[in-house]
């Protein structure tokens, strides 16, 4: 029996999990809403507190959906729609997919057949995100503590440790984009990617801080994500990648 990772039984564990999450969403979502209203909260004020929450919203599943769709072609849509669906993110299940592949001589540009190739993906995305609940739920707390108490100290340097930490975790990525620099002007091929994305990003936030487009900052994400993968399906022709 070969097997498939759009196999119908995957879709039916994959959907079961996420409806189990979107009931937890509803159920909160509920118990919130009689309580603003026990509590006399204004009823407009409630009203507009979920509008704009949902609209909140669009942005990150814009970004999810992408990601959902970039993963699909190589692992099926079952896993990807549940990663994504629940704590995953595209900036760590693509890298975690990838290398696994790699260390496994398995191209992602096919779709994986092998049950233990997508056996071994799915525990790698699986097991490396999972210790990230365990820390938040027993040091979150007073890791929190820690940043606010230096950030009362010092508002400068605590923006900079916060921003430090944000692109030491960004870094641990690059090293995908410069790995095959080597391969001529080919491998360059996710660097000029790379630059682009960061060229709309930075007009997303200028056009934000100087036009006052408060707006564009919860699209920015989306908009050099898609900007990005036209871009290089411009440019991979030209290039010959």
């Known amino acids: ?53 949902a609209v909140f919203t669009i942005a990150p599943a814009v970004s999810i959906l992408l990601g959902v769709i970039t993963l699909s072609k190589f692992l099926g849509l079952p896993l990807p729609w549940l990663r994504l669906s629940v704590i995953g993110a595209i900036t760590y299940e693509l890298p975690a997919a990838t290398s696994t592949a790699s260390a496994l001589g398995v191209s992602i540009a096919e779709t994986v ?26 040091f979150g707390r007073k890791i929190q503590g820690g940043i606010a108490k ?59 801080k100087k036009f006052h487009m408060k707006w564009i900052e919860n699209y920015a994400l989306p908009i050099s994500m898609l900007g990005g993968m036209a871009f290089a399906v411009v440019i991979t022709p030209m290039i010959g990648g």
């Open 150 to 208: 230096i950030k009362n100290r010092d508002a400068k340097w605590g923006d900079i440790l916060m921003t430090a930490l944000f692109l030491g975790m960004i870094s641990a990525f690059l090293g995908m984009v410069f790995a095959d620099i080597r391969e001529g002007l080919a491998g360059w091929i996710p660097i000029f990617v790379l630059l682009f994305s960061a060229a709309l990003m930075c007009i997303c936030g200028l056009l934000s």
């Open 1 to 53: 029996m070969s097997f498939s990772p759009n196999s119908p039984i995957l879709f039916i564990l994959a959907g079961a999990v996420i409806l189990f999450v979107i009931a937890q969403s509803v159920f909160f979502m509920v118990r919130s809403w009689r309580r603003g209203k026990e509590i006399g909260m204004d009823m407009a004020v409630l009203r507009r507190t979920v509008v704009s929450t």
């Open 113 to 138: 057949t092998d049950p233990k190739v997508y056996t071994a993906i799915a525990w790698v995305m699986t097991l490396g995100i999972f210790p990230g609940m365990l820390w938040v739920a027993l």
